[in-house]
């Protein structure tokens, strides 16, 4: 970061610039030696920033020469944040095409759990961010910085911009110009626009003024579209701007000018999201485990480069080395289509939100987008203030029961517990609650206290019918709903349908009807399950009382090293079963037959699984063998029916030890009377497994239902 003569920052001459910055460095600005004189981002840090990353990112800019490479390992929130991260956005789509990011899983590193990217970027020169910004003034502000440059067709850059916005070329040409007229000031970006406008601080203070007091109503509004006016062209003038950054470069050749107009191409590579995913993809992990501490390779290079053949198509290096190389990628293959995508850079941006940060994400097309008959609203500009209580009360002090429901974000249930404190409801109702975590809605009808942590309340206005609202809102696609974050920020940017209340009642009307079969299938199959367990609490006069030793056998399974149990099954292996069912696949096995399986260790030992066919049952699970006249299948349903779990010893390890298990008493019964008892008990299985099938396509019909009235 400092100074130094090879560097020579007057003269970019590195080809190649390869960087792996420390990340959250706090008050590093106090101990830097260069500051204003030498970056641009250094007045915007403050004495505790801690964003080094981001000088890492200008000093890049500054040293690489015009067509250099780079490679930039940064985390991952300089794709995301704002403030700082924004202004480090801004240097790369200025300075940079970015031809390829790769999203390394906290497993990548060893020493952090820190969620990385690798920036794969290309210095563009100097020309290429002036021009678009002379054309961007031309249009917005009628300069004429761009009279001479004559080998770029700004219209041709005006025209794909509205395309891609939704706009209409002849209303925003006419904006550009003169006025916001009736059609563009209906869209839904427009009406954001005037919304967020009136709620300005800079529109409050105006109207503070004494010589806007003085105004006519007339010379108000006169004087209000005039600032509106020029508010909704300096957004606009930047989105243009970066719109454009996002296309190709022609280099000022006639042999290629057409690449003016064509759309970046960006390769996305993903390593995936789970622990065994990513170590499958990057062909090794870190181990911690004392006496072995270090990198373990299962595979070199794993699914991300061939040393042997860097244009393997089945290797991530591939795609991002064609990107580099400016070649269209059509295909990518199938062994790598789940981590692998190809896209346009201007679809990774989203040109749709009033404050235009720059947010890059690497799914183009997250936001949720549906086709309507009917205007759209933003979430943001449908809800009302609620009147009245807005009370919560921390975790710790929920009861389990009490006079007031507490109601958290939580998913698993509706109410999370009660309190007897004396506080004032919530009684504006209904209204929707949103787990800003979780990502879970709740349509609340009664008074109610709200969880502290994360729940929001959302009071649509007159327009819309609380539970139809809810009912769209179940099925939007959440940015990011994976991640363990703030959410409403996202959720409010969601455009929504708005029917005419006659419509959002049909809809309510019939998605209620389907929630009446969800839940009488749902008591069903709880019944028949109950059913199932008060099977072997009967007792029978041909019952003989004795212990499991008695009826069953019951041993360990053999150990196999976790490295030679595969994820993904392969010819020539067999299942793998340990304590909570498959545990992968392996080339050895220990049985062969029908079997329950009994979880040994851990919390949740007790468990009973059935195995059919050949397997291999590792030392955590018990395999269980029937003794003579007793039925494999009734043997499985008594097991289950003990609640084995209640036996375990131990506190951290919870364990069931066989010994003890062998004298627990059971009731036994005659062979052909454990054959009925089985028969008796697969009827009812069949019964919930068609429940199930009909549950299962539920929230499809509830789709349906948005889909046939919107």
């Not at 990340?23 to 840090?45: D, M």
């Not at 209904?430 to 969880?451: E, M, Q, W």
């Not at 099954?569 to 392996?586: A, D, H």
């Not at 009812?684 to 889909?707: G, M, N």
Request: net charge positive; proline share 3%; charged share 30%.
């Amino acid at each position: 970061m400092e100074e130094q003569d090879r560097l020579n920052l007057n003269k970019r001459k590195f080809d190649v610039v390869v960087a792996n910055p420390p990340y959250s460095v706090e008050a590093f600005r106090n101990y830097l030696n260069v500051g204003k004189t030498h970056f641009e981002l250094f007045e915007s840090l403050t004495e505790r920033s801690k964003e080094i990353e981001v000088l890492f990112i200008e000093r890049t800019k500054q040293v690489l020469a015009d067509g250099g490479l780079a490679g930039l390992i940064l985390p991952s929130s300089i794709l995301s944040n704002t403030g700082l991260y924004s202004k480090a956005r801004e240097i790369l789509l200025k300075h940079f095409e970015i031809k390829g990011i790769t999203e390394l899983g906290s497993k990548t590193f060893v020493a952090t759990g820190t969620t990385t990217v690798i920036l794969f970027l290309k210095r563009r020169n100097g020309d290429f961010l002036k021009d678009r910004e002379y054309i961007a003034s031309d249009l917005f502000s009628h300069t004429k910085y761009a009279i001479n440059i004559r080998y770029i067709n700004a219209e041709h850059f005006l025209k794909m911009f509205t395309e891609h916005r939704g706009f209409a070329y002849d209303d925003y040409e006419r904006f550009l110009i003169v006025e916001i007229n009736g059609t563009l000031a209906k869209t839904a970006m427009f009406k954001e626009y005037q919304h967020a406008f009136e709620n300005s601080n800079a529109v409050k203070k105006l109207k503070t003024k004494n010589y806007f007091k003085n105004y006519t109503s007339e010379e108000k509004d006169k004087e209000l579209s005039k600032h509106f006016y020029e508010y909704c062209k300096g957004i606009e003038k930047e989105k243009f701007l970066y719109f454009m950054l996002c296309l190709g470069d022609g280099h000022k050749n006639p042999d290629t000018i057409n690449n003016y107009y064509k759309h970046q191409q960006i390769v996305v590579v993903k390593t995936g999201k789970d622990i065994e995913e990513q170590k499958e993809y990057l062909g090794y992990e870190f181990v911690g485990r004392k006496g072995q501490e270090g990198i373990k390779i299962y595979n070199y290079g794993g699914k991300m480069f061939d040393e042997t053949n860097y244009e393997n198509p089945g290797m991530a290096n591939h795609y991002i080395r064609q990107a580099v190389e400016g070649n269209e990628i059509h295909l990518v293959s199938p062994s790598q289509e789940n981590n692998i995508g190809v896209y346009r850079v201007v679809d990774l941006i989203n040109f749709d939100r009033i404050g235009f940060e720059k947010q890059i994400n690497l799914t183009a097309g997250k936001k949720y987008k549906i086709e309507s008959k009917w205007g759209l609203v933003k979430l943001g500009n449908c809800l009302s203030d609620i009147i009245g209580s807005k009370e919560k009360i921390e975790q710790n002090e929920i009861e389990i029961t009490g006079k007031i429901p507490v109601v958290s974000q939580e998913s698993n249930k509706l109410i999370s517990g009660y309190t007897n404190k004396n506080i004032e409801p919530i009684t504006d109702l209904p209204l929707i609650i949103f787990g800003d975590h979780t990502c879970n809605f709740k349509y609340i009808d009664f008074k109610f206290v709200r969880g502290a942590d994360g729940v929001v309340l959302l009071k649509p206005k007159n327009d819309f019918i609380p539970k139809y609202l809810y009912y769209f809102l179940k099925t939007l696609k959440i940015e990011d709903a994976h991640k363990y974050s703030r959410h409403y920020k996202h959720l409010r940017e969601n455009s929504i349908p708005l029917p005419p209340k006659d419509i959002q009642q049909k809809i309510i009307n019939e998605i209620e009807k389907i929630e009446k079969f969800e839940k009488s299938a749902q008591e069903k199959s709880k019944l028949l399950n109950e059913q199932i367990g008060q099977i072997f609490s009967n007792k029978s006069q041909n019952a003989v009382i004795k212990k499991l030793d008695e009826i069953c056998v019951m041993k360990a399974g053999k150990f196999v090293s976790s490295d030679d149990i595969l994820s993904k099954n392969e010819t020539n292996l067999f299942p793998c079963y340990g304590g909570n069912g498959l545990r992968g696949y392996t080339k050895t096995f220990t049985h062969n037959g029908k079997y329950p399986l009994v979880g040994r260790q851990g919390a949740l030992c007790g468990n009973v699984h059935k195995v059919e066919g050949i397997f291999h049952a590792t030392e955590h699970a018990i395999v269980v063998t029937a003794r003579p006249n007793i039925n494999v299948d009734w043997l499985f349903h008594l097991l289950k029916s003990l609640n084995l779990n209640q036996y375990a010893k131990g506190v951290a390890q919870p364990g069931l030890s066989v010994k003890n298990i062998y004298q627990i008493s059971v009731n036994v019964l005659p062979l052909d009377e454990q054959k009925k008892i089985v028969a008796i008990i697969d009827k009812k299985e069949k019964e919930i497994e068609k429940l199930k099938l009909a549950l299962s396509t539920v929230e499809a019909e509830k789709d349906d239902v948005l889909k046939k009235y919107l």
